[in-house]
């Protein structure tokens, strides 16, 4: 097989370590981005929490940013004999730990910020890997079935790294060092267990000085439905990082409930269940049909009303309500927005590079999202202005979906 060829149909094996090593991608994302750090930088920066962790997070997403299509230039020019995706993949495990584990042991703002960029630099190491694989084993006919699973273990590992870190240990140094082993663990078993062939060097593109600026290049007109593709990814993902950064925070804040933390692991459950319910079968159903974009937009506006919800009924009911009802979207989403990105990439040589590309608008939002929603939340309406905001543009991003073309 080549990298140019149609693969063959896929295992339940093959899916499932897949699966696993997602889910270990997630949990090292999300238990320090939705508890450990939001309670080490309030620690450490008391009322100006907000300010601190809008900062934190965004330069860490900068680092994502740069790292992403980087990285997926050096997985494409890959030609070791243990294979361009899963030597990245290892690569960007360990260096993930080795992150972790700094951060277990910072206590100044500047040292949170090196460590959290290090973790950042580390997992979209290791996303661009696993992302790229899927393309290149995977036939088209598959990838909304194997998307829906790597999106039920994005659900999963955020799930289970708020519970790590809530109900199994309380800790921050003991969460962190938790996180980063269960991140190298997951992935162990996809790189010694699953085969990655070695791609000939005469169909790999070479990887020199100039590659790095290469990386982040593309022209949308040569690309149209690729730029589409990445502007609604964009949007729905500046919405998504708009609307979490603050959510600890919210519940504590503006919902008053009396245990922030459980509050918000109630809501990742109730969540999470909903996802499971659309995840797998919004991909299935848009392999046998065919079609993508009517999938992708429905979702997206299905997410705007959950977070419309937040922002009009700023209560402990409404915000389990708008929680099911998000996660009822973000389960098609998911699935079948990755297996239409899929569609739509401009070379197969360039694949993990391209994907890198793609990553930017899932990282740049952590960057914007909070220099919008920080005036928003302290100047501009407080929480319920800063859902709407939420809502509109998670609108605007599902309807530019029709400008794709080449994928029903």
């Known amino acids: 097989m080549t990298a140019y060829a149609e693969p063959p149909r896929v295992g339940g094996r093959w899916i499932a370590l897949l699966a696993l ?34 900062v934190i997070t965004g330069l860490g997403a900068l680092v994502a ?19 361009r995706r899963h030597t990245w993949t290892a690569v960007g495990a360990l260096t993930g730990l080795a992150g972790l584990a700094l951060l277990s042991g910072r206590h100044t703002l500047l040292g949170l910020a090196l460590c959290w960029c290090l973790v950042q630099g580390g997992l979209n190491m290791l996303q661009a890997g696993i992302t790229a694989i899927v393309p290149d084993r995977t036939p088209v006919r598959q990838r909304g079935l194997v998307s829906g ?28 060092l938790l996180t980063g082993v269960l991140v190298v663990l997951a992935a162990a078993p996809f790189v010694l267990f699953t085969r990655d062939p070695a791609v000939p060097p005469e169909l790999a593109p070479r ?29 729905v993902q500046l919405g998504n990082a708009m609307a979490t950064l603050y959510l600890l925070y919210f519940l504590r804040d503006r919902v008053h409930h009396p245990d922030a933390e459980q509050g918000l692991l109630v809501l990742v459950l109730v969540n999470t269940a909903a996802t499971l319910l659309t995840v797998v079968a919004g991909g299935v159903i848009s392999d046998r049909t065919g079609r993508r974009k009517p999938s992708v937009i429905i979702s997206g506006y299905v997410m705007a009303a959950a ?4 922002a009009l009924w700023p209560t402990w009911p409404g915000a389990i309500i708008a929680a099911g009802v998000l996660g009822l979207g973000f389960g098609v989403y998911l699935s079948v927005d990755q297996a ?37 939340v302290a100047y501009l309406g407080g929480y319920p202005a800063l859902y709407l905001a939420v809502s509109v543009v998670t609108v605007l991003g599902s309807v530019l979906v029709t400008r794709i073309r080449s994928v029903p």
């Open 307 to 310: 977070t419309a919800l937040l």
């Open 21 to 54: 090593v997602n889910l270990g991608l997630w949990v090292g994302y999300y238990a320090p981005l939705q508890v450990l750090l939001p309670n080490q930088v309030e620690e450490v920066a008391g009322d100006d929490k907000t300010t601190a962790l809008g």
């Open 340 to 376: 239409l990105i899929t569609q739509v990439l401009p070379a197969a040589r360039d694949r993990a590079r391209d994907l890198g590309i793609i990553n930017i608008a899932n990282s740049a939002p952590q960057v914007l999202g909070p220099a919008l929603a920080f005036p928003i």
């Open 207 to 235: 990887f020199t000085p100039r590659s790095v600026p290469a990386a982040f290049r593309f022209r949308p007109r040569d690309a149209p439905d690729f730029a589409w593709a990445w502007v609604t990814r964009f949007l």
């Open 149 to 176: 699973w790597v999106g039920l273990a994005q659900s999963f590992g955020v799930v289970l790294g708020v519970v790590l870190v809530t109900v199994v240990v309380t800790g921050t140094t003991s969460g962190y």
């Open 65 to 83: 940013v740069l790292a992403g299509p980087i990285a997926g230039a050096l997985s494409d020019a890959t030609t070791a004999r243990t294979g």
